[in-house]
């Protein structure tokens, strides 16, 4: 049996007036991410942590913001294709651990949401999603709620 672990950080700016997508899901806020994709932040952490887990490159490698297939794409098809691309290398999914920090809004409350779309996208139990969330105490861009940033670690399992 080989266990491999990865690492995912990503940022996305918040602008007024978009879609905030976090998790799968629309979270109800007056701004939302900027990106090529939905800007969904945690999908794309995640999506990093197992490819590169899996020395499978990133994101960008696989999805690059220069093709136009990709322009608004809702995430949750990122993640799937990444999920797909670590079962045929042989890989499942231990677990996923993660932290949002954001100001606004709360995410508490959205977070079993959140592990249950991602649960189905990834062919896995919520229970191995740990989704948590923090501020900054109002420190840097992300205290001046200028954007969202977050942060993955996984863990996979080849037999």
Known sequence: MKIRTG????VHQLQEGLPFWLGGILVPHTHGGL?????DVLI???CDALLGAANLRDIGFHFPDTDPQYKGVD????????ARLLREQGYTIG????????EAPKVNPHIPEMQ??????????????????TTTEKLGFVGRREGVAAYASVLIVKQ
């Open 116 to 133: 249950r779309v991602l649960a189905e996208v990834l062919g896995i139990e919520p229970d191995d999603i740990s989704i948590k969330a």
């Open 35 to 39: 990106g090529h994709s939905d800007a």
């Open 75 to 82: 995430s949750k098809r990122l993640l799937a294709e990444v």
């Open 44 to 46: 794309h952490v995640i």
């Open 7 to 10: 690492f995912g950080y990503d």
């Open 95 to 102: 677990n996923i651990d993660s932290t949002i920090c954001l």
